[in-house]
């Protein structure tokens, strides 16, 4: 069910405004399409009390348009629609739609001379072309909502009733854009300040599982009206709390409180909100002890350097690494023994170890981070099956190694090699930054 | 407009069964979670002749769910559901699919005791909880779909009339399987031999941008009844070729006819079908070579290891890399002279160059492979702006180097980069496989 606003009584009441959303496109029924702008416009306007009851998706027919609009107008009064508003024949919302109000569709004169200035600015080739004059074609009473990113404009549709259909274009960009900067905007000034907020807040948490995160603030009394899920992935368990009310900021204060009761009780698990990755705190925690790291890789390949490098701005504290795939490479490039090698495998805590510190010195670097694995399909044996891993890490006052057991397919194993390995790391750049010899080692 | 039926006379007619999706579940429409079942769905029935002419989305509500899944059912007599067959008060999908039909719950027992008995298999504490005994009460009249990866099984309902409604859990693990193993089956006996193929093959392209490709391919004539579709990413053009007839085989005859057209015009650029990754065909390459490569990585950071690892079996010829994220590490590991990094600057194609050389040398491998470029959003000069990439191949018989302009964010001048860099190798190997020098290099 979706959450019922808050009683009244508890400073939180507020209506909340259902509509419904209507994609439309082939490509999204034969499926080669995945539609995530469905999702995106979800998330945005709960922000500001618009919930979304129901979706549809239809091909590029008129009366499919027509009539999947028309059902979700009757149940809600307010539509969304995404897609059918390019040039070609494929694109049939602005038709559909018209009929549905009754409107004519005409020549809107502003929309063509900014569409041709636009092709001359953009120093295209010949003359503005017959078939993209369609989509300066406007239903009479048409709010038209500029498009930043492309050539077709959006449309705002209202009948005598107050009943509307949003018309965006199918491209993610130019939708994203679009929604942001004009329909939110517009939908905020008519719900006043009635509107009831849909907020969220994520923690994450990574390196313990969803039994234990469940264990742990399983019964915690949260504030009235406050929804929690877990939503456990490769990085880890999210927590997710939603709460609704007038006012975004009153609501957000209400999941403060939530979030304040919970993170006691989750110690060093969490490590950031949202989408926040957990290597962004890594190169924080890097750079508040005046340190740089570097990486050594087996089953992972490359996965931990480029995770940390993903971040704008990580060529202050990451040096780079070794992607020791071959064992000869470990024992060439990291100054890994033969005899660990041979004694322990490839896959053993020792050569992990060893691997930390061959990065840590091969690279110049204050701090090395290690991953041998065994990802699959192949490689397993009968003490070590397929997702076993060991993971290293040696900072200029301690070594950890430790093996883990991942499960999934390679490529999730991977990822998972790669999340643990960051875990280890940041756990001990924790508990060193916090020691004041870390802090002297910055000078 | 979805692909009509072949004319009478081309021997590929056949009728198109359409069905509809209904997705159930308050997380999609509140957009954490996108809806990635309904394409795949899609994907799959369509070559059985099945195809999908509307979807919907609604919460977790048994009257939402029975009014989509009625209206549906009205439209087009089929109807797939996937999600809301769990253990939980969300689950509303066989309590309003069973009022839908008109029919009553009961308990199943087969379906109870194959669920305590899993739970006993798999080692689980305590009794069989009381909350689940609720998966095992069926419609009167159900056929059972077994879940070989999860607890709830699926069901399918039909009516005197022959209507059908076959719900799917949403866990897509579960549903795909389910799909494949059951529902496909049993579709494909009800279909007979009259229902026409609707069948897909994809031509992946990398290194030609679209309007280039649109030049070479774009008069070509077709197979009646082909549609051809342009497929922009960052891993290159993808072209969809679509028909549609009876019988998969000789709808796949077709395809071959029309791909037999376009591909002499791609020349090159063509390196694999469907979703394969273009990492395979190099690692076929090199081992048909008989050669190891080695990679060195600045502004990836370790994605074009990852990329070439991710391959199963990779092992054979990938020796590892070098992450030479800082100018030290591409002097101190790669060899690359003071005097390139001074006079050139780190992203030019005399550092790249010197760094496939020294990966190459470094790490014992036939062949090295660079990567140095500014991914943004810093470090862009007047001569380089953000995008600047380049990238550098070193095999025992030649040397090339490559500046190339990337669009996108970070991420994706990083995909582009690392694609751009596998694209200069798979040219090289092509060359040099085909001459007898390479093919003696590997005794």
Known sequence: MLPTPFEAGTGHAGSVVNIEIVTIGDELLLGFTVDSNAAYIARCLAVIGVAVSRRATVGDSVDDITDAAGDALERTGGVVTTGGLGPTNDDRTKPAIAALFGRDLRLHEPTLERMKAGWIARGLPGEFPAANVSQAMMPDGAVILENA???APGIWLEDDRGRWVAMLPGVPREMRRMLEDQLIPLLRARGGAKAAAIVSRTLRTSGVPESRIA???????????????Y???WEGVDLRLTARGIG????????????????PHLGDSVYGEGDEDMAVHILQALRGAGWTA???????????GMRLTAIPGSSDVVRGGIIAYDNEVKVGQLMVSE???AEHGAVSEEVAGEMAAGARKALGASVGVAITGIAGPGGATDDKPVGTVCIAVETPLRAASRTVRLHGDRDEIRRRATQAALVLLRKHLRVQ???PGAERSRA
Do not use: F, K, W, Y
């Not at 264990?215 to 899920?229: C, F, K, N, S, T």
């Not at 009153?250 to 304040?260: F, I, P, Q, Y």
């Not at 570097?294 to 931990?304: D, F, I, K, P």
């Open 294 to 304: 570097a990486v050594a890789e087996s089953c992972t390949g490359g996965m931990l």
């Open 149 to 151: 990113h492309g050539t």
């Open 339 to 341: 005899q660990s090698l």
């Open 215 to 229: 264990d742990l603030v399983g019964r915690i009394e949260l504030p009235q009206g406050v929804d929690l899920a």
């Open 248 to 263: 975004e900021e009153s609501v957000s204060a209400v999941l403060t409180e939530a979030a304040g009761r919970l993170i």
């Open 433 to 435: 930054v916090a020691e």
């Open 231 to 233: 939503l456990p992935g």
